[in-house]
Structures are given as structure tokens and as C-alpha cells.
């Protein structure tokens, strides 16, 4: 369907050119002509209308009942779908919602289990590293040091 709206200003008004109906719609007997002109004076030339022109009823022509019958079953179809869609939106609803709560639950897991990580890496690093060997051995059997000296720690007694 193509339709064209022009407006342009000549000596005598202003001039509207429009294109009617698309070809597709009529049959070769109804074609109307492809472009009307209309002539329109300025708006500051224009007088008064004392009456006003009544239009005459159409009445729906036979031709076009089957245009409003596939706009009307159109609109119904699109109205089914509209229903199955949020029907189908209510009932995927809960599931995402579940799904959500359930992934939620494995990224606490998952950050979790890198602070473990994180925190084991540190150790073996330590545990390997030449510079506290003497240190870690120390930490992991009662053995101490001969030449360290113990220090233990007593309250004094009341006189």
C-alpha cells in the first residue's frame, strides 16, 4: 500500500497531491485515479462559511465486508496469542524464579570454595618456600630450637 502526501506553495495556493488506494486492494473495475489535486487559497484569502455542508451517509459496500471480516478475525487471533503468552508467561514465572534462588545458592558456593582455595594456595606457597622451613617445622612438631630459650610466664605471688 503506497500513499504519498506532497505539499507545495505555487501562484494561485497552495496545491496537496495525494495518493488514494493501492492497487492491490481494488479490482480493475473499481480503480480509482492514482492521484487527485486539490488547489487551496491561503489561509488569509479564506471567507467564512455560513452553512455547513453535510456529507452524505456511505453505506458499506458489499466489497468491503470481507475487509472488515479479516481485520476482525486479525484482531482476534492476535488477541489468542496475547492470552496464550501470558498464560505461558505465568506459568514459566515460578520455574525462573527457582532457577534464580538455585544459582544464587551455587555463586555463594562457588565464592565460598575460592576463599578456600585462595587461602590453601597461600599455604602451600608457604610450605615451600625455602626461607620458612625452619619456621613451619617448628609450628608443626613439639621439637624447639637448642639454642632458643623457653620463657614461661608467672604471676607473682601476693605477700
Known amino acids: 500500500m503506497r ?3 506532497l505539499i507545495f506553495r505555487g501562484n494561485a495556493g497552495i496545491f496537496r497531491v495525494r495518493c488514494e488506494l493501492s492497487d492491490l486492494l481494488l479490482s480493475p473495475a473499481q480503480k480509482l485515479p492514482a492521484m487527485t489535486a486539490q488547489t487551496f487559497k491561503p ?11 453535510k456529507r452524505p451517509e456511505q453505506k458499506f459496500q458489499p466489497e468491503h465486508k470481507w475487509l472488515v471480516w479479516e481485520i476482525l478475525f486479525k484482531l482476534g487471533l492476535n488477541g ?5 503468552s501470558i498464560m505461558a508467561i505465568a506459568r514459566l514465572l515460578p520455574h525462573q524464579q527457582t532457577q534464580q534462588a538455585k544459582l544464587n545458592e551455587i555463586q555463594m558456593q562457588v565464592e565460598e570454595t575460592e576463599a578456600r582455595v585462595k587461602q590453601l594456595r597461600s599455604d602451600f606457597h608457604r610450605s615451600f618456600d625455602p626461607s620458612q622451613s625452619r619456621k613451619i617445622m ?10 632458643q630459650r623457653k620463657i614461661i610466664l608467672t604471676e607473682p605471688k601476693a605477700p
Open 43 to 53: 489561509s488569509s484569502a479564506r471567507r467564512p462559511r455560513s452553512r455547513s455542508r
Open 138 to 147: 617448628e609450628e608443626l612438631s613439639p621439637r624447639h630450637d637448642p639454642q
Open 80 to 84: 489468542i496469542f496475547v492470552v496464550v
Open 3 to 5: 500513499c504519498a502526501l
